[in-house]
């Protein structure tokens, strides 16, 4: 199959899911900490109120992405466009190097992901209240850093493996598109 714009499966829908089940795992922690901050200190809200807001948007945010990987997957097959991606690193290496690169970044990503996810979480929870009673003073940089750790190692992670997977189904498939 010669090389084209339009390749199905497109790349993408492992690294959304993994993206929502990550926000999902975020939001179920920190919802007992913005209940307690949005309900008690700062707005004085119900507490079912910022529950509510909290449960439509994980509601919205599933449907986005559902939509974003629909139009994604349909312009993949030819029906309508989705602009196109930056391409650098496929293009650049061999494809049994890119396919290592990937490996070992979805390991080394999975492995720090793993290491720095719960003082992610805690710097996350200590966070709520500094940013609702806008105490900049009060947040550890240490903190801030492990969490912007994390979540580009589970970015890194999720990525490498949506290409690896997604570039395996299509070299299985390759011969039915």
């Known amino acids: 199959m010669a090389e084209t714009n339009r390749q199905f499966p497109a790349y993408g829908p492992i690294e959304s899911v993994l993206g929502y089940v990550l926000f999902y795992v975020v939001i179920g922690r920190v919802t007992p900490a913005i209940v307690t901050v949005f309900s008690d200190t700062v707005l004085d809200l119900s507490p079912s109120f910022v529950r509510f807001g909290l449960a439509i948007a994980l509601w919205f945010v599933l449907v986005v992405t559902a939509i974003d990987q629909t139009r994604r ?23 049994s190097l890119r396919t290592v690169g990937y490996l070992l970044a979805v390991i080394a990503g999975t492995v720090v ?6 003082r ?4 996350l929870l200590s966070l709520i209240p500094v940013v609702a009673t806008v105490d900049v003073v009060a947040f550890d940089l240490v903190e801030l850093f492990v969490m912007v750790v994390f979540f580009l190692s589970y970015s890194v992670a999720a990525h490498s493996l ?16």
Do not use: N
């Open 73 to 95: 997957q349909l312009a993949a097959l030819g029906v309508g466009t989705y602009a196109a991606e930056l391409r650098v690193w496929s293009r650049v290496t061999p494809s």
């Open 113 to 118: 992901a793993v290491i720095t996810f719960d």
């Open 120 to 123: 992610a979480v805690e710097a």
């Open 162 to 177: 949506d290409r690896l997977v997604i570039g395996g189904v299509r070299t299985l498939t390759s011969d039915w598109f």
